[in-house]
């Protein structure tokens, strides 16, 4: 690797910056240049590809196992006509709406608690990270028993409300997605939320407890301000991520009962892979990309026009 | 305290100087005026994360009469590692190998590998630095799941389906943006003068990534790891859809299938829980620190 960084370097160097940068030359603009190739590989193979192939894909028609042929536009057309998609896109919204209700506020009141300086607060955020190492399979294989109605937590508890039919009632079922998911995801934000707490200036709190602030003015006026741009990121990786939910859905309702928590992302793997309709599951993947693309395009620009780009960068 | 303070403040020059703990103390009790409902609501969110541990644990332990008798909340009467021996007899051991493979042979290579670009992207300038940079935070906003179908196509392809390299090479795609991007804030803090001195005395870029860059930005490296390690462990959708044979099952892929196969007897079904995580939770207890506190600077600078 050496050897190909520092042979190759000077003829790059020529052939790309024939000006080169007036002070420290494009020599080393190219070397450095190289150092980006391996991961440049990987990301083009098996991501940018991927992303191309899935809509040339959308285009095709595929059992999975033989030859590919052209499908045209006809995958597109049956799709888009199919009330499954729009069950589909709702319900992921849905999903991606309630977390974000769900979630924010928690994740935000939790990252400032935790950032607080007593002793016992650090105690209990060693405990409250702890779902984030469990793999989403687990999570749902614990929930399911859990929320046995009779060796679960409604009889632990003696908490009779909680013997509910949950995956049997589509209602219950999607409200049993969205909490499952927060408990999950929760302690991931919290973790950001408390490090944007804690890099908000002491000095304004002073100031502010100078002026007679309460506490509750300070959240108000300076915390919740100041963590702008920590609640722009937090909520785009909450969203973006809110469309690859999949796991957790999968082990815990696959989708059911019936189609009420058939998301996007398990309505493309069910069509592909069990329906063995790879174009159709396709068509469903480039609408995926797509409002991920657009969602998080809409929340840089939330983070105002000179930030984008740059707020990403920031995270 | 609070009136100490204001006083403090009224009595500007003179009571500010003398008094540097003034401040420090201020703030202390601004917090603990939260302290009630802050502090409530903190236990309450405590016991929604500790109950189903606990809850997981205890049951694991029972034997199927001890989860079909007693409280399901209460301690078990007469614990037992039964269902542990059960799901160790289940091939657990083939699949904990398979994951630790699939995760170091994910996880060396992408942070091995976004190091250097990371590295290149904060020291370099250029139109081609400044179009990778903008590509990998473009993949942020992608959900690479929706990728799947062209993968599953291309490990087929490329005649790597059903092995444990085909859930390699996509996991290190989707890890390189975020793990790029951590890396490339903390390089960013390493102060300009080290990169000129290095430069004065006649070291490469190569040098300076290696003696300079890699030793400075260590705490990064470990927390990136770690959360890539913790992503690929449990990972769910690539195995299913890459994997096939029983023997190369990785951990996630098993729990399921065990859960699909033992439905019946529960306490065995989280003792594989348990003893899928076991691992994550000593590599927490480890690097505790390091993780949480990397997590937050590199999350949100």
């Known amino acids: ?315 | 305290m609070s009136t100490v303070l204001k006083s403090n403040a009224e009595e500007t020059p003179t009571g500010s100087r003398p008094n540097p703990a003034a401040p420090k103390r201020g703030l202390g009790n601004r917090m603990r005026r939260l302290n009630v409902p802050a502090g409530l609501g903190g236990w309450i969110w405590l016991a929604i994360i500790i109950i189903p541990i606990y809850y997981v644990v205890i049951t694991s332990l029972k034997t199927q009469e001890g989860y079909f008798g007693q409280n399901p909340l209460a301690v078990p009467t007469s614990p037992t590692l039964e269902n542990y021996q059960m799901v160790l007899e289940a091939d657990f051991a083939q699949y904990f190998m398979n994951s630790t493979i699939v995760t170091l042979g994910a996880v060396i290579p992408t942070v091995l590998i976004s190091f250097m670009a990371a590295f290149a992207i904060v020291r370099g300038k250029g139109r081609f630095l400044k179009l990778v940079n903008g590509m990998f935070l473009m993949g942020l906003a992608i959900p690479l799941q929706a990728t799947i179908i062209p993968i599953y196509l291309m490990i087929i392809r490329l005649n790597l389906y059903d092995s444990l390299l085909a859930l390699m090479l996509p996991s290190i795609a989707f890890a390189i943006p975020l793990t790029v991007l951590i890396l490339s804030n903390f390089i960013r803090d390493v102060p300009n003068e080290l990169f000129e001195s290095m430069r004065l005395d006649g070291c490469s870029e190569w040098q300076t990534m290696w003696r300079l860059a890699l030793p400075l930005t260590r705490p990064a490296i470990v927390t990136v790891a770690i959360y890539n390690g913790l992503h690929v462990w449990n990972g769910f959708l690539l195995p299913l859809v890459l994997t096939q044979s029983p023997g190369l099952r990785v951990l996630p892929l098993a729990l399921w299938t065990f859960q699909g196969e033992y439905s019946v007897n529960i306490p065995a079904v989280l003792a594989s829980v348990v003893l899928s995580t076991l691992p994550i939770l000593v590599l927490y207890v480890v690097g505790r620190r390091q993780l949480l506190s990397g997590l937050t600077a590199g999350f949100s600078k």
């Open chain 1, 1 to 315: 690797m050496s050897n190909a960084v520092s042979t190759t370097r000077k003829p790059a160097a020529r052939a790309g910056r024939p000006k080169g940068d007036p002070g420290h030359g494009g020599q080393r603009n190219a070397a450095l240049a190289w150092l980006t190739v391996p991961a440049l590989f990987f990301f083009l193979a098996f991501a940018v590809v991927p992303l191309a192939g899935v809509l040339i894909l959308s285009f095709a028609s595929w059992d999975g196992i033989g030859a590919i042929g052209s499908a045209g536009l006809g995958n597109w057309f049956s799709v888009l006509a199919d009330p499954g998609l729009y069950n589909a896109l709702g319900l992921t919204f849905l999903i991606m709406i309630a977390s974000w209700l769900v979630q924010t506020p928690i994740s935000l009141l939790l990252g400032v608690f935790t950032a607080g300086s007593q002793r016992y607060r650090a105690a209990l955020a060693v405990l409250y990270f702890l779902p984030l190492l469990l793999s989403s399979a687990a999570v749902a294989i614990a929930f399911k028993a859990l929320l046995d109605p009779n060796f679960g937590l409604a009889t632990g508890l003696g908490l009779p409300f909680l013997a509910q039919d949950w995956l049997g009632v589509p209602q219950l079922a999607l409200g049993l997605v969205i909490f499952v998911i927060a408990w999950q995801f929760v302690p991931f934000h919290t973790l950001i939320y408390q490090g944007g707490v804690r890099q908000i200036p002491r000095s304004l709190y002073e100031a502010a407890e100078i002026d007679g602030a309460g506490t509750i003015k300070q959240f108000f006026h300076i915390t919740l301000p100041q963590l702008k741009y920590t609640i722009i990121t937090s909520s785009t990786l909450m969203v973006v991520g809110s469309l690859t939910y999949f796991d957790l859905i999968f082990v815990l309702t696959g989708g059911g009962p019936g189609n009420s928590t058939r998301i996007l992302a398990l309505d493309m793997y069910l069509r592909g892979f069990r329906a063995n309709l790879m174009g159709p599951a396709s068509v469903i993947a480039v609408i995926l990309v797509l409002i991920g693309l657009a969602l998080a395009l809409f929340l840089q620009r939330l983070g105002g026009k000179d930030k984008q780009g740059s707020q990403l960068e920031g995270m």
